[in-house]
Nanobody, 122 residues
Framework: QVRLVESGGGLVQPGDSLRLSCVVS???????MGWFRQAPGKEREFVAA????????YYGAPGQGRFTIARDIAKNTLYLHMNRLKPEDTAVYYC????????????????WGQGTQVTVST
């Protein structure tokens, strides 16, 4: 059974950078992996995704310009590099794996991690 475990969240100041990691264990075969986030009182939103087979990245509005998604096949790990963080980036960030083609849609993903909290505040 595939399992996803995120790490790397924390409390940072505006303008700081942070790298989230998501380790995949228990199998493979998922064609797409992505990052979503959910702030208090808001819906879960798409941040970024990557096609595992060819490294093609896709970004949602929150991830455009400041975030970079990457994967390390040898380590079975997905990353989200976040730069110039803003208070509005505060959310729980979730790693997800799926086999569909609509990379920005939650329904595309079958397996989710437990989430890691990112708080951007002075």
């Amino acid at each position: 059974q595939v399992r996803l475990v995120e790490s790397g969240g924390g409390l940072v100041q505006p303008g700081d950078s942070l790298r989230l990691s998501c380790v995949v264990s228990g199998g493979n075969g998922m064609s797409t992996m992505g990052w979503f986030r959910q702030a208090p009182g808001k819906e879960r939103e798409f941040v970024a995704a990557i096609r595992w087979i060819d490294d093609s990245p896709y970004y949602g509005a929150p991830g455009q310009g400041r975030f970079t998604i990457a994967r390390d096949i040898a380590k079975n790990t997905l990353y989200l590099h976040m730069n110039r963080l803003k208070p509005e980036d505060t959310a729980v960030y979730y790693c997800a794996a799926g086999a569909g083609n609509t990379v920005s849609q939650i329904r595309n993903y079958d397996i989710w991690g437990q989430g890691t909290q990112v708080t951007v505040s002075t």
